[in-house]
């Protein structure tokens, strides 16, 4: 609404890369959803990690990544590209 008034997170990418690299580890486990608005309707959908780095990230309204290892640690990390603003949660 006000995107100038929204101070964007500095690390933005870096985090992003970070989850796609956690995704992308031998004992990952969960998925990445993206969130996008089609003829004014929120489409959810899976898509794998090198399908994400293959696409503009701010064709989505929000990514979120539900992960975790084989250890039992899992957490999310929820991004908005277009206001380049994140969120982690570690769920123990």
């Not at 999310?76 to 769920?91: A, D, G, L, S």
Request: net charge negative.
């Amino acid at each position: 609404m006000f995107p100038e008034l929204i101070s964007p997170a500095l690390d933005f990418e870096h985090q992003l890369g970070a989850c796609v690299n956690a995704m992308g580890q031998d004992d990952a486990i969960g998925q990445i959803l993206v969130f996008e608005r089609l003829s004014g309707m929120l489409h959810m959908r899976h898509i794998a990690s090198a399908d994400l780095a293959g696409t503009d990230i701010d064709d989505y309204e929000m990514v979120v990544f539900d992960g975790g290892n084989t250890g039992g640690d899992t957490w999310k990390h929820v991004f908005f590209p277009r206001q380049r603003e994140h969120y982690f949660v570690y769920q123990a």
